[in-house]
């Protein structure tokens, strides 16, 4: 079935932190005024940060087309997801809209549950994955990773984008919508290792390959997701070198010169620089079944001459089998870690975590809670120069400090945190400012270095603190930070 989803989206009026509720007041207005499509105009200028009657004209008519409004110039209303999502207020229905219209945010939900990635990795994620993304710049994949901050499912810290807990939320509650045979991990009941058949590999790789399996397989899953199979056999001109480490696979072209153009050996290339998963597979002389070896990454590619012709040679390597320990926390082993980490304020404090007393899974989910902690307590304002700043997609700037160094195994107490710009936080670091006891701001005395009369404004300042007295920092942090910079 022809998928005629649109591959691009569009902002609205408001940034990331606004956006909903100038939505909702203009769904609103909708609702009760049914107004032409000229009238509805003048309202966007009078009640947004709008300028351009061209720019008014194009996010209108995007959120027409995922059916939030319904365009007319006679008298405009409601699309069936406007509709919806003004009764419910629910982030998912306002998804299902994008989803339905625009190709690509289940793609980026779903790698993104596998890791953080950047605006570039996601664009190159989408360029992967859809023909028809064609991409030189990551603007278009920062329009979707803005809705999915817009939706609360995406937060974005030092240029790096990972789900928040309503994401992971989202996307288990949707686990059993999702195909069971989204091939950018290994498939359940499948390990490497295992002996398949044939027909359990058409089985649990959702595919199928008629007479005989051979060579470079291209293929994507329901999420129209590039991915390959890939098979080498002992018969052919593969030793079992290829089953371990890093090896050279023959592209695919049985006679003449080869060609970087024909379907297998293109998209190999296209793994190079993309993460376009490659299952390999692996058969022994004499056997029927074949050996599946796991993910492999395609490192490199180039001509060769064999045998009179020109052939492409590629560099693959196995992947490292990742460890469950290793895994994305899960949105209720965070929420655990916060409440533990909430019940210690009840204890006293310890100067350091012990050295592998967490797995890291744990030690991950740690790490969030920690810093959702401190930036809550904190009010996402910094401690020291009491700003509360925003990016221009509404991120807040605030990093959850650690007092007493994460590096010397400083403990994830939250009264050993402290949310600070990054300014104040580099500088925090880097010894110029420290914390007496009673909150105090100490200056390093350095007037030869060039910062010292900008840090000097600060000196003698209190510390902005939590409205929580049991989560404002504990002067142990704070003795052992002065220590370390020499206050």
Request: aromatic share 8%; net charge negative.
């Amino acid at each position: 079935m022809t998928d005629d989803r649109r591959m691009t989206t569009d902002r609205f009026y408001g940034g990331v932190s606004n956006r909903l509720q100038n939505l909702r007041s203009m769904l609103e207005y909708i609702e009760t005024e049914h107004p032409p499509r000229g009238q509805l105009n003048e309202w966007v200028i009078a009640s947004t940060s709008a300028g351009s009657a061209d720019a008014i004209s194009h996010h209108l008519t995007f959120l027409d087309a995922i059916q939030i409004i319904d365009l007319s110039e006679t008298g405009c209303k409601l699309g069936n997801y406007g509709e919806r999502w003004l009764r419910e207020q629910d982030a998912e229905t306002f998804y299902d809209a994008l989803a339905s219209g625009v190709k690509g945010f289940d793609t980026i939900l779903e790698a993104l549950h596998e890791g953080s990635m950047t605006d570039e990795e996601i664009m190159d994620l989408l360029v992967s994955e859809f023909d028809e993304a064609e991409m030189s710049k990551p603007g278009p994949a920062v329009r979707h990773r803005e809705w999915l901050q817009v939706l609360g499912f995406v937060e974005r810290e030092d240029g790096v984008n990972r789900l928040t807990a309503k994401g992971r939320e989202f996307l288990d509650s949707t686990e059993t919508e999702r195909p069971p045979t989204s091939m950018h991990t290994i498939p359940e009941n499948v390990s490497t290792g295992d002996q398949l058949s044939q027909e359990e590999i058409e089985e649990a790789f959702d595919t199928g390959f008629g007479y005989r399996i051979s060579g470079i397989n291209p293929r994507r899953d329901n999420h129209d997701r590039r991915y390959v199979l890939v098979f080498a056999n002992e018969d052919g001109p593969y030793d079992d070198s290829v089953t371990q480490g890093r090896f050279q696979y023959i592209g695919e072209g049985l006679s003449g010169d080869q060609s970087e153009t024909s379907p297998g050996n293109s998209v190999l290339i296209d793994a190079i620089s993309s993460n376009i998963p490659v299952h390999f597979f692996y058969q022994g002389s004499g056997e029927s079944d074949w050996e599946y070896q796991g993910l492999v990454d395609v490192l490199d590619s180039e001509f060769e001459e064999h045998d009179g012709r020109q052939v492409l040679v590629f560099t693959m390597e196995h992947q490292r089998e990742t460890s469950a320990e290793t895994e994305e926390p899960s949105q209720d082993t965070v929420a655990d870690e916060r409440t533990n980490l909430e019940q210690a304020l009840d204890d006293d404090p310890r100067l350091t975590d012990e050295k592998g007393e967490y797995t890291e899974t744990r030690r991950r989910a740690r790490d969030t809670a920690f810093a959702e902690l401190v930036r809550q307590a904190y009010d996402e304002t910094c401690a020291i120069c009491g700003r509360s700043r925003e990016t221009p997609a509404g991120t807040p700037e605030v990093d959850a400090a650690h007092i007493y160094p994460k590096q010397e195994g400083g403990s994830d107490d939250v009264r050993n945190g402290l949310a600070l710009c990054k300014l104040h936080h580099w500088a925090f670091d880097a010894g110029w400012l420290a914390v007496s006891d009673d909150y105090e701001i100490l200056v390093k005395d350095a007037s030869d270095s060039e910062g010292y009369y900008e840090f000097k404004q600060l000196e003698d300042d209190i510390l902005h603190l939590p409205e929580n007295e049991d989560a404002e920092p504990h002067p142990m942090f704070l003795e052992q930070h002065r220590e370390i910079h020499g206050f």
